[in-house]
């Protein structure tokens, strides 16, 4: 099936900006280049070290939209959600499946997260590194869904799962990915210790995608993926979810009960300056709430009580 790609370039502080619209307006999925690399293949996708910036100046964006979005539409939908971002500059172009994939695989490079998290994708060598017996490699082809480890939001719980297993915690644990997108999160949970993992998404692609990868990596049998409406109503030490800010404050009630006493979780998929409405919202439940930043996009995890 064919999809309506857009492309604009942007200045690295507008990025959050630009992606926030292309999602609010439905993106399927978003992907950020390095816009002045002369070739190409130079163009690594974003993907900051923790704590760190990325040394890019200008960011290359390009987004997929069902085939038949109308692109007038959707431009005057853009600049309605953020009138002081410049559309002008957006171009239109229909890809194919295997255009989108093969250029995403093209360019994604095996990328590392804390300790001994690993994600490869299928056509890339496993590094020296990612080799060792105690890595926890996930090789992954997400496809159409979001969640690559390129994106600093996935990039962020990546980092507090590999914290949890250096710590002992995820070490027979079963873990609630809400949002599974590709269904990263929960491969790499199952990767690094736990037990079973349940992926939850509202977009069937999503559910597709996290069942193929779980079957690549050979954890088919310790996963299932649900839509929301039919996941089991049952608590989980670890839960970590990784979408908007708006669906994490409308679904905190939902969240919170996924939590056992004492369990874990981990939120993401927010921006600088979100955070302290989720704070207020999530004290209830949780206790030492903290945020851990990177760039523009943060992450909250705490402890139920």
């Known amino acids: 099936m064919p999809f309506l790609e857009l492309s604009v370039r942007c200045r690295l502080a507008e990025q959050p900006r630009y992606e926030h619209a292309l999602e609010d307006v ?33 960011i290359a964006l390009s987004a997929l939209f069902a085939h038949d979005a109308d692109a007038l539409m959707l431009l005057a939908a853009l600049e309605s959600f953020d009138p002081g971002l410049d559309w002008t500059r957006a171009s239109f172009r229909a890809v194919g499946d295997q255009d989108w994939e093969r250029a995403w695989m093209d360019q994604y490079a095996p990328l ?10 299928w056509n890339r060598e496993l590094p020296p590194a990612a080799a060792a017996a105690d890595a926890a490699v996930v090789r992954l082809d997400p496809g159409l869904a979001f969640g690559s480890g390129t994106h600093p939001t996935t990039a962020l719980c990546l980092e507090w799962l590999d914290g949890l297993a250096a710590a002992g915690t995820l070490r027979g644990a079963d873990v609630l990915d809400f949002g599974c997108g590709s269904g990263i999160l929960a491969l790499a949970a199952l990767k690094l210790g736990a037990a079973t993992a349940t992926g939850v998404d509202n977009d069937p692609q999503a559910l597709l995608a996290t ?7 050979g954890v088919a049998d310790r996963l299932q993926v649900h839509a929301p409406g039919d996941a089991p109503e049952r608590t989980y030490p670890v839960v970590v979810a990784n979408i908007l800010a708006s669906a994490l404050d409308a679904l905190a009630e939902v969240l919170a009960a996924r939590v056992a006493p004492g369990g874990r979780i981990a939120l ?11 704070l207020q919202r999530y004290a209830p439940w949780f206790d030492a709430l903290r945020v851990e930043k990177l760039g523009d996009w943060l992450r909250i995890d705490g402890i139920r009580h």
């Open 112 to 121: 590392s997260f804390g300790t001994r998290t690993w994600i490869v994708p």
């Open 26 to 58: 439905g993106a399927l999925a978003v992907t950020l280049l390095d816009a002045d690399a002369s070739t190409p293949d130079e163009r690594a996708i974003l993907e900051p070290g923790v704590g760190q910036t990325p040394l890019w100046d200008e």
């Open 211 to 217: 069942r193929d990868n779980a079957e690549r990596n």
């Open 268 to 278: 993401s998929g927010i921006l600088d300056g979100q955070e302290a409405a989720l």
